[in-house]
Nanobody, 121 residues
Framework: VQLVESGGGLVQPGGSLRVSCAAS????????IAWFRRAPGKEREGVSC??????YYSDSVKGRFTIYRDNAKNTVYLQMNSLKPEDTAVYYC?????????????????WGQGTQVTVSS
């Protein structure tokens, strides 16, 4: 089981960015994929999650971020719009069996290496 993030970068406030999480060694049909982020000096927090039966967005990103998947590519995407400086963080994806449920660090595994997203003018 392996997850690889990509797509991070530098974007101006109000801009958009899409990050990707490519999965290998398992099929997304039976797993939930979550996006977490860790901002400088802060704890890692759950941002969004998607499974075949449920989904989740944190209050801080609801209405601005969209999570979706491409089963043919076994990849989950996080489309981030109306980005704010406080969205600056390293973004990680992780997985758990079947459902998102409680989106907290301790419930997820197989973490990717992370991708840096910086929102700054």
């Amino acid at each position: 089981v392996q997850l690889v993030e990509s797509g991070g970068g530098l974007v101006q406030p109000g801009g958009s960015l899409r990050v990707s999480c490519a999965a290998s060694g398992f099929t997304l049909d039976y797993y939930a994929i979550a996006w977490f982020r860790r901002a400088p000096g802060k704890e890692r927090e759950g941002v969004s999650c998607l499974s075949s039966s449920d989904s989740y967005y944190s209050d801080s990103v609801k209405g601005r971020f969209t999570i979706y998947r491409d089963n043919a590519k076994n990849t989950v995407y996080l489309q981030m719009n109306s980005l704010k400086p406080e969205d600056t963080a390293v973004y990680y994806c992780a997985t758990r069996l079947l459902r998102c449920g409680t989106v907290a660090v301790g419930f997820f595994g197989s973490w990717g290496q992370g991708t840096q997203v910086t929102v700054s003018s």
